[in-house]
């Protein structure tokens, strides 16, 4: 199982420490504070909210430590993919510009839709059909190639029972195997995009939660080994709970009948 050290002086704040909440379709945004009063800043701390995506970025400033409670109506840049949207907030010294705490991965409230726990968003990938991008502090998300916008590559992604029975169990596969063996995320409450995750696949596919370290006699080979064979049953019940198989062959025996 890997481990994650922190090398800097910077403090790691949680991802709930302000409210992001969408406004206008996602036009632009509001900032509020909710648990910064956890954390012991320099009250002249210069608080930033950063937005962006994989190729355009924006950074919006909020005040200082202190006195910051709420900014509303932040425009978000018209270049940064709605699709894609992200966000993490920093405190940075005021005097000297260092980063003394960052909060990456924040959640966001829309009062128009949910966000996806899996987004995504067209991208030159070269000779790559599609990637999928995940980390730590970095919701999933879905790269597709834009070369193929001549075949509606948008539909497909988001309707074709093949792309899905194709694509969608090795993305879930490597989005568990991040939680639960990168992460060692096995709660399923928690506003974490980790948490959320793992809720989804409990409760939607029907399937047990992570076994916790420890309620057997086993070795910590023994214990990695009984996460993948989760992470595996936990794709195989995806897949039965949305119907891939079936609704794959129905989808390709029509596609070969209207050749």
Known sequence: MRRHFNYTDRITMKRDSVNVELQENGQSCCVEDKNLADYDFPPDAQLFL???????????????????????????SELISREALRYRLKLVDKTQGRILGEAKGLA????????????????????LVYEVECSTYEQPL????????????????ENDPIFHALVLPAVVKKILTQIVLDDAILEINGNKWQNLWLYFIVNECHIRQPPIEGEDEETLDDYETTLKDWINDA??????????IEDFETRYKMVRENE
């Open 50 to 76: 950063e937005i962006y995506d994989r190729y355009a970025f924006q950074r919006e400033f909020l005040g200082s430590f202190s006195s910051f409670k709420r900014k509303d109506s932040i425009k978000i």
């Open 108 to 127: 966001t409230v829309s009062s128009q839709q949910p966000d996806s726990l899996l987004p995504f968003q067209l991208d030159d990938l070269t000779n």
């Open 142 to 157: 879905l790269r597709v190639n834009q070369r193929l916008l001549g075949i509606d590559i948008e539909w497909i992604v």
């Open 235 to 244: 794709v195989q019940a995806f897949c039965y709970s949305h119907s891939f």
